[in-house]
């Protein structure tokens, strides 16, 4: 994932751009390093396969997703707690009337 968003960043030239720039070639937005990510989604989609293969039930790999889906999101939601409780959030603004 990481040589592949290296290859994204160096193929462009930024020109005079403040962000990405010639100093600093990198994509870091969010939106282009999901599409970075692809090769890292490829290889997540062929070990569940492999996985479920041991046991030769179909069942088996959406057991497999379904549990690491799971535990993706609790840790998302136990890591962003804070930031979703705080009152400067967007969802404690007062309502305009």
Do not use: K
């Not at 030239?13 to 937005?29: I, K, L, Q």
């Not at 070990?47 to 179909?58: C, D, G, K, L």
């Amino acid at each position: 994932m990481i040589g592949f968003l290296v290859l994204l960043s160096i193929r462009f030239d930024f020109g005079h751009c403040v962000y990405p720039s010639r100093a600093h070639p990198y994509f870091t937005s969010g939106r282009l390093l999901n599409g970075a990510a692809v090769p890292f989604f490829v290889l997540f989609a062929y070990a569940i396969e492999w996985v479920a293969s041991w046991t030769r039930r179909e069942w088996m790999r959406w057991v497999l997703l379904g549990v690491v889906v799971v535990l993706t999101l609790s840790w998302q939601l136990s890591i962003n707690a804070p930031a979703l409780s705080s009152r400067y959030n967007f969802f404690h603004r007062p309502a305009i009337q």
